[in-house]
């Protein structure tokens, strides 16, 4: 070979050799580039598209299964609708638990017993609703105590009785009631 460059007998040979030559090392090139960096990246590109495919196809799934449970899609969002209308007006927006006072307050004095304690708890903030429980305990007869029991969830704001435990003492039967209430925090 070095005789070839040397002697100056490469002017000899044909220039399409030469050519052919080039485009030999420019196409080892090209597929040595294409082996190394793109392919990698299209192998990279495919793998996206296809995590992307199957989050689609899942959406789609979803979507369809939810159109055979709702057939009719404008009653379904009426209904929604009016449900969080229901729960907007049983949820107060303001978290006046005085107001929640005053009414068990009157709640006991109608049921003809004395409210002795009152004890708030710890907030508990959900998605939506603020939940605010008491400890609330009152004084009286038997059946004043199941009276008030009885109508306590009818007393607004919405409230949950969680548990209540009755007592002997010398006053009279008490009753310690653990009552959650709950606000509605609407979209701020």
Same mark, same amino acid.
């Given at each position: 070979?070095?005789?070839?460059?040397?002697?100056?007998?490469?002017?000899?040979?044909?220039?399409?050799?030469?050519?052919?030559?080039?485009?030999? #090392?420019?196409?080892? @090139? =090209?597929?040595?580039?294409?082996?190394?960096?793109?392919?990698?990246?299209?192998? %990279?590109?495919?793998?996206?598209?296809?995590?992307?495919?199957? !989050?689609?196809?899942?959406?789609?799934?979803?979507?369809? #299964?939810?159109?055979?449970?709702?057939?009719? @899609?404008?009653?379904?969002? +009426?209904?929604?609708?009016?449900?969080?209308?229901?729960?907007?007006?049983?949820?107060?927006?303001? !978290? +006046? #638990?005085?107001? @929640?006072? %005053? %009414?068990?307050?009157?709640?006991?004095? =109608?049921?003809?017993?004395?409210?002795?304690?009152?004890?708030?708890?710890?907030?508990?903030?959900?998605?939506?609703?603020?939940? %605010?429980?008491?400890?609330?305990?009152?004084?009286? !007869?038997? #059946?004043?105590?199941?009276?008030?029991?009885?109508?306590?969830?009818?007393?607004?704001?919405?409230?949950?009785? !969680?548990? @209540?435990?009755?007592?002997?003492?010398?006053?009279?039967?008490?009753?310690?009631?653990? =009552?959650?209430?709950?606000?509605?925090?609407?979209?701020?």
């Amino acid at each position: 070979m070095w005789n070839l460059f040397a002697k100056g007998s490469y002017k000899v040979l044909p220039m399409k050799l030469y050519i052919g030559g080039f485009v030999f #090392a420019c196409g080892l @090139f =090209v597929l040595i580039f294409n082996i190394c960096v793109l392919l990698p990246r299209v192998a %990279q590109t495919r793998a996206e598209s296809r995590e992307q495919l199957c !989050e689609l196809q899942r959406q789609v799934t979803s979507i369809t #299964a939810f159109q055979r449970q709702h057939e009719d @899609f404008e009653a379904h969002i +009426a209904e929604i609708n009016r449900e969080y209308q229901l729960m907007e007006k049983l949820l107060p927006n303001d !978290e +006046a #638990a005085v107001a @929640f006072i %005053q %009414q068990l307050e009157n709640h006991a004095e =109608v049921s003809g017993l004395e409210l002795i304690s009152l004890r708030p708890g710890k907030v508990i903030k959900g998605d939506k609703y603020i939940e %605010q429980p008491f400890e609330v305990g009152v004084r009286g !007869e038997y #059946a004043s105590i199941m009276e008030f029991l009885k109508n306590l969830p009818q007393v607004t704001p919405y409230n949950k009785t !969680e548990s @209540f435990s009755i007592k002997y003492s010398p006053q009279g039967l008490e009753c310690h009631i653990n =009552v959650s209430i709950f606000y509605f925090m609407g979209e701020k």
